[in-house]
């Protein structure tokens, strides 16, 4: 009689959303990742199937962070049967910009509902959407109640406040005629603009490619050579604000254009 041979166990192999995140998150912090965030980047990778290459994560101050976007596709994954939003207009001001929202956010046609609220006013949203407080405390709103719904105890990025810096000059500008250096050749900002911006990205360790993208988004612009000297030299003082008083927060901003930059490879 043959004896049964004993295989040894197999061990259960990591979803592909998980080790995309692992890959992500070492390639965002630079090496090894630290056992309580991989632990947390597992949990939030398995139960929720949140992405780091879509956006549905950000790492901001040595924590993970869900994004709207990711708590929006939570919600059609589990097939969420409703939404409703309100505002508290006991608490609302508009003159000066300050509003309340109530969102009811419901998982099952027969759930009574999980309640979430979200305030905004001029003194905690970002200068990029100041004047648009009213739809930042919805998305707050929205988002405190989904976390509620399925059980997700990290908060949302845009629970918290900004984390960028003063507002660089909105002010509308001509383009300005480009320099020329010895060859001939155009600028585009000056070389002064450009030795800083490298600078900067020597100095902070920052992936050149992932500051290309957010300088384009920054502008307005679709490339980079369409943009004037002015808006160039107020994104370089921007991202050198934002590096020094925030490293975490401009990676954790860089770290949503991980997809595109693969993409375009």
Same mark, same amino acid.
């Given at each position: 009689? %043959?004896?049964?041979? %004993?295989?040894?166990?197999?061990?259960?192999? @990591?979803?592909?959303?998980?080790?995309?995140?692992?890959?992500?998150?070492?390639?965002?912090?630079?090496?090894?990742?630290?056992?309580?965030?991989? @632990?947390?980047?597992?949990?939030?990778?398995?139960?929720?199937?949140?992405?780091?290459?879509?956006?549905?994560?950000?790492?901001?101050?040595?924590?993970?962070? +869900?994004?709207?976007?990711?708590?929006?596709?939570?919600?059609?994954?589990?097939?969420?049967?409703?939404?409703? &939003?309100?505002?508290?207009?006991?608490?609302?001001?508009?003159?000066?910009?300050?509003?309340?929202?109530?969102?009811?956010?419901?998982?099952?046609?027969?759930?009574?509902?999980?309640?979430?609220? $979200?305030?905004?006013?001029?003194?905690?949203?970002?200068?990029? &959407?100041?004047?648009?407080?009213?739809?930042?405390?919805?998305?707050?709103?929205?988002?405190?109640?989904?976390?509620?719904?399925? $059980?997700?105890?990290?908060?949302? &990025?845009?629970?918290?406040?900004?984390?960028? $810096?003063?507002?660089?000059?909105?002010?509308?500008? %001509?383009?300005?005629?480009?320099?020329?250096? $010895?060859?001939?050749?155009?600028?585009?900002?000056?070389?002064? +603009?450009? /030795?800083?911006?490298?600078?900067?990205?020597?100095?902070?360790?920052?992936?050149?490619?992932?500051? %290309?993208?957010?300088?384009?988004?920054?502008?307005? +612009?679709?490339?980079?050579?369409?943009?004037?000297?002015?808006? &160039?030299?107020?994104? +370089?003082?921007?991202?050198? /604000?934002?590096?020094?008083?925030?490293?975490?927060?401009?990676?954790?901003?860089?770290?949503?254009?991980?997809?595109?930059?693969?993409?375009?490879?």
């Amino acid at each position: 009689m %043959k004896r049964c041979q %004993k295989h040894p166990r197999r061990k259960p192999q @990591k979803s592909n959303t998980l080790r995309e995140n692992l890959r992500l998150a070492r390639q965002l912090l630079g090496g090894t990742l630290p056992t309580r965030l991989a @632990k947390s980047l597992e949990t939030l990778s398995k139960d929720f199937n949140f992405s780091l290459s879509t956006g549905e994560l950000q790492f901001i101050n040595s924590s993970w962070y +869900v994004t709207h976007t990711g708590l929006l596709g939570l919600a059609r994954r589990k097939r969420c049967s409703g939404i409703h &939003v309100e505002t508290v207009d006991s608490l609302c001001d508009s003159a000066a910009n300050r509003f309340v929202l109530k969102a009811t956010i419901f998982p099952s046609k027969s759930s009574a509902g999980f309640v979430g609220y $979200g305030d905004a006013d001029p003194s905690n949203v970002s200068y990029l &959407v100041q004047g648009a407080e009213m739809r930042v405390a919805e998305t707050r709103a929205v988002n405190r109640a989904l976390r509620k719904a399925y $059980g997700i105890g990290i908060c949302s &990025v845009e629970e918290i406040g900004s984390f960028a $810096g003063q507002p660089a000059s909105h002010t509308k500008s %001509k383009k300005l005629p480009q320099p020329t250096n $010895g060859n001939g050749n155009g600028n585009h900002g000056g070389r002064t +603009v450009r /030795d800083r911006l490298c600078q900067l990205i020597r100095q902070h360790q920052l992936d050149a490619t992932l500051v %290309k993208s957010y300088a384009t988004d920054f502008c307005g +612009v679709q490339t980079l050579r369409e943009a004037t000297r002015e808006q &160039v030299e107020n994104f +370089v003082t921007h991202l050198g /604000d934002w590096a020094d008083k925030n490293r975490d927060a401009l990676l954790c901003q860089l770290n949503s254009y991980l997809g595109a930059k693969e993409g375009a490879a």
